[in-house]
């Protein structure tokens, strides 16, 4: 299996950022190195947060220690999620391009954390370009909701046919759109990539749990490492994530250690693509 390089937020208690990545690729039997862009004690849906930041600086000392011990020379992919400033941005694309040089066919995953419906965008303007302009030319997978992928696009998305539209012109790379509405209570995740085009379509519930997009993001990532093709990579994390939040409705959390193993096993045979 996989080696995986994972750098997100991490929380103590709940199971968003790196508290939901790590366990599902190792619960997937993929090796995991998780370094922290942030570490709180819980998403900020609860009414006290304490915040411990992790700078710039500290993240640099943190990826010089793996490396000096040689625990990066063998890294099959890199998966990113919130990062808190442009500064912690331009690292993670000098560190890719480090990774690079040893290992060309290193996959990067960006799940771009820009912003969701109907909040609109949560990290400031500086950082969203960042994103925009230094990571996602550089990735290999990327996975915005629905809000993202217009915002990256300058694009209305307002339902499947626009996704593909605005995820076409990535050409060359694997986009998959998550939360994509598609009418009468069903959401949509939508693939685009060199040779698949497809979309899943699922019911969307109301009061879900934090966190179903990194989640999601790491098990797309985790059947692609196991040798999975897009399109069945991208069915089975459908099923996956459904599986994790039909058993967590009315939980203040994602009820993951309960259900994961169930999610990768998961069957695709009901999914409705198209």
Aim: hydrophobic content about 45%; proline content about 4%; overall charge negative.
């Amino acid at each position: 299996m996989g080696r995986v390089l994972a750098i997100s937020s991490y929380v103590a208690f709940g199971h968003v950022g790196l508290a939901a990545v790590v366990p599902a690729l190792q619960a997937m039997r993929h090796q995991v190195i998780a370094v922290p862009t942030v570490v709180l004690s819980n998403h900020y849906g609860y009414p006290h947060v304490g915040d411990c930041g992790v700078s710039a600086d500290n993240m640099v000392a943190i990826l010089n220690g793996l490396r000096n011990n040689g625990w990066l020379n063998e890294i099959d992919a890199v998966i990113t999620g919130y990062l808190p400033s442009a500064d912690h941005v331009a690292i993670i694309a000098e560190e890719i391009d480090l990774l690079r040089v040893t290992t060309p066919e290193l996959r990067y995953l960006c799940d771009p954390v820009l912003g969701d419906d109907p909040e609109g965008l949560y990290v400031s303007e500086a950082l969203a370009d960042a994103v925009c302009q230094e990571l996602l030319p550089i990735a290999d997978i990327m996975t915005p909701n629905r809000f993202e992928l217009s915002w990256l696009t300058d694009t209305e998305v307002s339902g499947p046919d626009e996704a593909a539209v605005a995820i076409r012109d990535h050409k060359g790379r694997l986009v998959v759109a998550t939360s994509i509405p598609a009418g009468d209570g069903l959401i949509a995740n939508c693939l685009s990539g060199t040779e698949h085009q497809s979309r899943i379509v699922t019911r969307q519930h109301d009061a879900v749990p934090h966190g179903t997009g990194d989640l999601f993001a790491a098990l797309l990532l985790g059947h692609l490492l196991a040798g999975r093709d897009a399109a069945d990579a991208l069915a089975r994390a459908t099923v996956g994530i459904r599986t994790v939040i039909e058993a967590s409705l009315g939980a203040e959390e994602l009820r993951l250690v309960d259900t994961i193993q169930d999610a990768i096993a998961a069957e695709t045979a009901g999914v409705t693509s198209a």
